[in-house]
């Protein structure tokens, strides 16, 4: 079968990770977790406190910054390590989360995340979720799928995915940490979050994780065969 590059964008917890877990599982491809890297930037500059509006700052940390992944078998997917560390449990907290969305912004920060995305994708046979794979990182992709739900869904399924690692965050914090950041990452200048003219749109609102991976299946054996 052809191997393709899978990009799936969308919305703050709308399930892009999920299904594509489920499509390089089923595949046999690469699942890269694109979030994951601006997630560990932020991490850096938090620890470090590094000045978001200082040029040169920003520019030097980036250099003292290296992202890894790392396959962890009991989840089935990879771990992000920051600098050798592994920090994925670490920033899956709100106080990355509410900040991460402004470090993704940075021109220098994108640059540094998406060539190394594009180097990933050099064999194919990858599927990366993200928010600008289908326009910037992968503008060929031959498979674009635009993830979508409401929001009282994802608010919901972040609210349950937190709870196990974070059981004081309230519904409210989570709903207004995910609007804050669909608002900039769809406001920003370089890269926005957009649908790509010719990506599908998947709207899991009322499906179950087994209904979307057949419809998004599907789209993969039409362009695959
Ligand atoms: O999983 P969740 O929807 O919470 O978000 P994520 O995929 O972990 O991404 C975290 C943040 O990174 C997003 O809110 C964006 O600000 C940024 N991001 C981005 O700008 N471009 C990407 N390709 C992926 C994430």
């Not at 594509?20 to 620890?47: C, E, H, P, T, W």
């Not at 992709?141 to 972040?158: N, P």
Request: with cysteine.
């Amino acid at each position: 079968m052809k191997k393709i590059i899978i990009a799936i964008d969308g919305y703050s917890s709308c399930g892009k990770s999920t299904l594509a877990k489920q499509l390089a599982a089923k595949l046999n491809y690469v699942f890269v977790d694109s979030g994951a890297m601006y997630r560990a930037i932020a991490l850096y500059f938090l620890r470090n406190q590094i000045d978001i509006n200082n040029e040169l700052q920003v520019s030097d940390a980036l250099k003292n910054i290296s992202l890894q992944f790392e396959y962890n078998g009991k989840t089935g997917k990879s771990d992000i390590l920051l600098n050798g560390e592994n920090v994925e449990k670490e920033i899956r907290e709100m106080s990355i989360s509410n900040k991460v969305s402004e470090v993704a912004a940075i021109e220098a920060v994108r640059l540094f995340a998406v060539h190394q995305q594009q180097l990933m994708g050099e064999k194919k046979a990858i599927v990366m979720d993200g928010r600008d794979i289908g326009t910037t990182v992968f503008p060929n992709a031959e498979l674009k799928i635009f993830v979508t739900a409401s929001i009282d869904v994802r608010v919901q399924r972040r609210y349950l995915e937190l709870q196990a690692t974070q059981p004081n965050i309230s519904l409210d914090e989570v709903k207004e940490n995910l609007v804050m950041r669909d608002h900039i990452d769809s406001t920003r200048e370089i890269s926005p979050l957009k649908q790509a003219a010719d990506a599908v749109v998947l709207d899991n609102t009322n499906l179950t994780r087994e209904d979307q991976l057949q419809i998004a299946l599907n789209w993969v054996n039409e362009r695959t065969n």
